[in-house]
């Protein structure tokens, strides 16, 4: 197998995923006059949250689709964000909302998910879309990461029935959705966190490693399984001699060699997290286009 092929190429995937949501998007407006719309919400000035809520504007906007954007000052009170929800809640207009995590320490996240309607939680954070999933349903809103990581397993390996898959990292935005996920694929899901004893002794034993840590190069190249598909989720930025660079929360070049496929950082994972929000947002317009 040549080198390339066994990278997964989550940008040029993204790509294809965003032309066929547009061309969705585009036939849902015919057919019923309903333009796909996600209000977008950020509470405060950090940067990094700054750069993605922009490219989630931008890429609803290609789309097809509408985005409304809302700014707020850094000293915004629980209850004017609280206020704004309502409103958006109540919105025929608007079918997706998102808050950009973090808020500031002023505001309650439980607060601010609890109060988007579940029906409108294109992040799938909200705890009765977690619930869904969490019981094998298949009506609720998944979050948007672990869905592009699905997607990018399943490319390589559409069968995953038996498959040994291990989680490193047990967020509600990443590893918690994804083990639900893969055990309702059929896999047998080991879940593992900063407090697992030996977490190399479970990675080795996976057919399927999903690196969701927040920890440069994390993953060594002896903690992989020959012919493991590996999915590295870390978006870190480290300083190096020739500048800064964003680097996963694997060791790629140690870990390459015994994969059998890869996403690398960037253009693995990243652009597929927008995608799928995207495929969310038309998920929430189609379900209110056919209820009216
Ligand atoms: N902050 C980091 N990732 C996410 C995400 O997927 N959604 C929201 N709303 N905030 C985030």
Not at 102 to 113: E, H, K
Request: aromatic residues 2%.
């Amino acid at each position: 197998m040549c080198a390339d092929e066994k990278l997964i190429d989550g940008k040029a995937f993204a790509r294809r995923l965003r032309h066929d949501l547009h061309e969705q998007a585009v036939a849902l407006h015919a057919r019923t006059g309903v333009v796909p719309t996600l209000a977008v919400v950020m509470v405060g000035e950090d940067p990094a949250s700054a750069v993605y809520v922009r490219n989630k504007v931008r890429a609803t906007e290609q789309a097809g689709m509408r985005s409304v954007a809302h700014h707020l000052p850094g000293d915004t009170s629980e209850a004017e964000l609280l206020a704004l929800i309502a409103t958006l809640n109540a919105d025929p207009s608007v079918h997706g909302i998102l808050v950009q995590l973090p808020v500031p320490q002023q505001i309650r996240r439980d607060a601010v998910l609890d109060a988007i309607s579940p029906e409108k939680d294109v992040d799938g954070f909200h705890i009765v879309n977690a619930g869904r999933l969490a019981v094998g349903r298949r009506d609720g809103f998944i979050p948007c990461t672990p869905l592009g990581c699905l997607m990018l397993i399943k490319s390589v390996r559409p069968d995953l029935a038996g498959q040994q898959a291990v989680v490193i990292g047990c967020s509600n935005i990443v590893g918690r959705p994804m083990a639900r996920l893969l055990q309702q694929e059929g896999c047998t899901v080991t879940m593992t966190h900063l407090r697992t004893r030996d977490v190399a002794a479970e990675a080795r034993r996976a057919d399927i490693l999903i690196v969701a840590a927040g920890r440069a190069g994390l993953v060594r190249g002896d903690w992989v399984k020959p012919g493991a598909i590996v999915i590295d989720v870390g978006i870190n930025r480290v300083d190096t001699p020739a500048g800064a660079r964003i680097v996963g929360d694997v060791a790629f070049d140690e870990v390459f060699p015994h994969v059998g496929a890869i996403t690398p950082v960037p253009g693995g994972v990243g652009p597929m997290t927008i995608a799928c929000l995207l495929q969310n947002t038309l998920q929430a317009a189609r379900k209110a286009a056919a209820a009216t």
